[in-house]
């Protein structure tokens, strides 16, 4: 039989033990809820899906201006904005100043008339002029006899007075004879050149002045045939009469713009990207969705705008309407393959950015999860994660959240550990 002291002392090396035990899984238990609590999540290998979503107004990919041939006065409005037009359908009719154009041209043929006669009457005195005159273009009829025949003279008398029948004076009278019959027909010469010379060049100046005069009246008749021709000014193509730039009796100028026709069923959604996106390009597919349709649509131009990148998509349809509002999503996955690592494992600091690695080492109180700071350097990213183009060559787990503050070091307690560690 067990004596007394033999019971107490087992008893109380029992209880101790077991004291022992509790304080130790109390302790831990205690350690354990100080600790901060992080989720852990591991690189993967993928390609970056790049998403964004925009929205913009529908617009005619092509308009066709109406422009007016001449200017006039707006007679009658025949279309409305907003309705469809045909090709060949009146939009209006011009009014134009017939009487005050046929008077200018009634002047102009006055004037013509006049300057006819004119240059008919200058024709008579040149022809009259010239008929008159002798082959040197002056009337050398009995001028030119009288030259010979003084000439003439001066021979005999230059032998006469050779030969001592004539006296000295008699031969000097029949050279100033024949000196004035030359001077005579040297005045009739130049006052022949100089009529004909006027009366040339006043004919020239007439006809310079029915020159123009016929260009006038062309423009003249011209103009009164077109007032015929652009009475109505009608669609040039069919399509939707988007505006109609003209009211009755108003005064319209040349090539003035007086509607716009949207053309086809081609419309263009015009919308603004962030300045940083880089995966939208021309060619590229997209959809366009609202409350009364879902589309699709092709990228067409990317250019920058104050407040980022502007996007247009053409998108074809019968049902679309300018103005109607789409909501326009952009989606891309990237050609290549990268290390991944969700946004929210990235931290930065002045060193650059880094991530958390958990690690696992044996502790006082069993195994126990730390963390690594490791540096990395980062490529492009998407709405979820971000490439790592150096610093990663392992798919440990990285710290995603944490509810406490950590730093490289720090002992974790990890909320998913069995996604990553078996014991």
Sequence with gaps: MKSAGMINKKTFGF??????????????????HNLPTVNAVRPITGRLSKMEIASGPAAWAEIRGVYLPMGGVCGEILAKEGERVEAGQ????????WDETERGLREIETR???LDADIRSIEQRLDRLRRASGPDGFDAGNLARDVARARQELEDAQALYEAGAISLRTLTEAEEALESLYAIQNR????????????VSELALKNFDITLLRLEEERYRRTLANYDAYSAIAAPVAGQLISLNARKGEKLNEY??????GVGREFIVECTVSPDNNFVLPGDACALSNTSHALKGTVTKVSPSARGKTVSVSVASDEVAPGETFAVRFEKDSASTYTLAPNGALNQDNDGYFVYRVKRRDGMLGKEYYLERVNVEIGDNDSYYTAIVKGITFFEPLVLTSDKPVKAGSVVKLANVGDFFVD
């Design 112 to 114: 013509h008339a006049k």
């Design 188 to 199: 009739a010469a130049a006052d022949y050149a100089a009529d004909e010379s006027s009366l």
């Design 256 to 261: 003035a713009l007086v509607a716009e026709i």
């Design 90 to 97: 009146p939009l209006l009719y011009m009014d134009f100043d």
């Design 15 to 32: 209880g101790f033990l077991l004291l022992l035990i509790i304080l130790i899984l109390c302790s831990k238990t205690i350690y354990s």
